[in-house]
């Protein structure tokens, strides 16, 4: 079955760090791979968006990789803040791309 | 983007009871879901609502347990049925728009306690 995992370890790094996430997939070949950041009490909130054709994408501080052969995904964020604690989803479309299946989500936790 | 509401926001109920969710949206959408978090847990798609018809459930929800309206493109509810302990959980409301079906734009949630 289609299974997505992330590490359910929380990551805890130090303010100006760069944080990795990852996503590994297997019994799947997606064609669009979604992250998302979810803070306590609220709903996800999506993020990026990376097409199985595309290697790399980015937005102001965050970039995402998408290697189809390795089945996985990194998530990174450079110059870190405290802001940037919350819990990170990775999503894959299925279905004829109208559902996601998410992974269960790797807590970041920026140290000052 | 898109801004969607949930009501309640969160609720205690006795097992054996049904609650209904409500999730509005401020425009028109083309895809409304439900899915279920529980604690810990990765979200988990219930159904896809469908306007003006059925909605279209996932392995392992049915529609007797967790009926589904969607009467127009703003507004769906979901309802949990004769409540166990094990329903206790995140409900949330996503929704999609037409031409980018890909990214999803989820409600607050509304936590629901069953004892």
């Known amino acids: 079955s289609q299974k997505i995992e992330q590490n359910s370890e929380a990551l805890n790094i130090q303010e100006g760090k760069t944080a990795t996430l990852t996503c590994n997939y297997t019994n799947y070949s997606p064609a669009y791979l979604q992250w998302y950041r979810q803070d306590p009490g609220r709903g996800p909130v999506f993020l990026l968006l990376i097409r199985e054709n595309e290697k790399e994408k980015r937005k102001e501080r965050l970039k995402v990789t998408f290697d189809t052969t390795l089945k996985q995904s990194l998530f990174h964020i450079t110059a870190s803040q405290p802001a940037d604690s919350a819990t990170y989803l990775c999503a894959l479309l299925s279905g004829g791309y109208n559902k996601l299946i998410f992974g269960a989500g790797t807590r970041l936790a920026v140290h000052p | 983007s898109a801004v969607i509401s949930q009501k309640p926001s969160r609720d205690i109920c006795q097992r054996g009871t049904s609650l209904t969710i409500q999730c509005q949206v401020d425009s028109q959408v083309t895809m409304m879901f439900w899915y279920r978090q529980q604690p810990g847990q990765s979200l988990t798609l219930i159904a896809t609502?469908?306007?003006?018809?059925?909605?279209?459930?996932e392995s392992g929800f049915v529609i007797d347990k967790f009926p589904i309206s969607r009467p127009n493109l703003t507004f769906s509810t979901l309802t949990v049925s004769n409540m166990s302990p094990e329903d206790s959980s995140i409900y949330l409301c996503?929704?999609?728009?037409?031409?980018?079906?890909?990214?999803?734009?989820f409600g607050p949630g509304t936590r629901l306690t069953v004892t």
């Open positions: 609502a469908n306007q003006g018809s059925e909605a279209t459930y």
């Open positions: 996503s929704v999609s728009r037409q031409g980018n079906v890909y990214e999803q734009y």
